[in-house]
């Protein structure tokens, strides 16, 4: 359960280091409304299980129940969309990751939406590849990450990591750190939408500063 804007709610864990169970209730601003659906709040309960096998494999499991959204091509009236998802994660060694995940959903399309019948609902799938990775506290550290993502609006929750509505790309990605607490990082995405294959790429830049 990503929890990367406004949330209200509560979650509660439970479990020893090597098994850990999240329950997440709440509400949270996905955007909807933003991105052309009616809805300001998403009502969210979200159950995820994490299990490390060894220092090297983790996956990461769980479903989700969250208010549908017009935005994503998802009938209103439906209520809650019911997602369903799993992550896996390997660490090469110290300086290689590998993770990937498959995640779908039972949305309904809108049927006031003429466009929704074309929507591929296809199960949404990425794939990463991580070489190193920066270290906030370590001036000159790095990472480079390959990435292939394929969001399915009817089988993706929301909009993430700068990916636009019903798309698909690969990405690359590198980050730097200069100074203590100072990340920089940019990325290029070769970007397509799933049904129309309408080209969209992605360039950005950014500099943060933490304290």
């Not at 100072?182 to 933490?210: K, N, P, V």
């Amino acid at each position: 359960m990503d929890m990367d804007c406004d949330f209200a709610g509560f979650q509660l864990d439970y479990g020893k280091k090597d098994f850990k169970t999240f329950l997440t209730v709440g509400k949270m601003d996905l955007w909807d409304n933003v991105m052309g659906g009616t809805r300001e709040d998403e009502e969210i309960t979200s159950l995820r299980f994490f299990y490390p096998f060894d220092k090297k494999n983790d996956v990461n499991f769980g479903v989700s129940w969250s208010s549908a959204m017009q935005s994503r091509y998802q009938d209103p009236d439906q209520g809650r969309v019911f997602y369903y998802y799993g992550h896996a994660h390997h660490r090469f060694d110290k300086n290689w990751d590998l993770r990937a995940g498959l995640i779908a959903s039972n949305a309904k399309r809108d049927p006031s939406n003429p466009v929704a019948s074309t929507k591929s609902k296809h199960p949404g799938r990425w794939l990463q590849l991580l070489y190193k990775g920066e270290d906030l506290q370590r001036p000159g550290s790095y990472g480079i990450k390959l990435t292939y993502r394929y969001e399915p609006a009817l089988s993706w929750p929301t909009v993430t990591d700068w990916c636009d509505l019903n798309d698909k790309f690969v990405r690359l990605a590198f980050s730097y750190v200069p100074a203590k607490n100072i990340l920089l990082d940019t990325f290029y995405s070769w970007e397509r939408e799933i049904d129309t294959g309408d080209r969209d790429d992605m360039y950005r830049f950014q500099a943060q500063f933490f304290f």
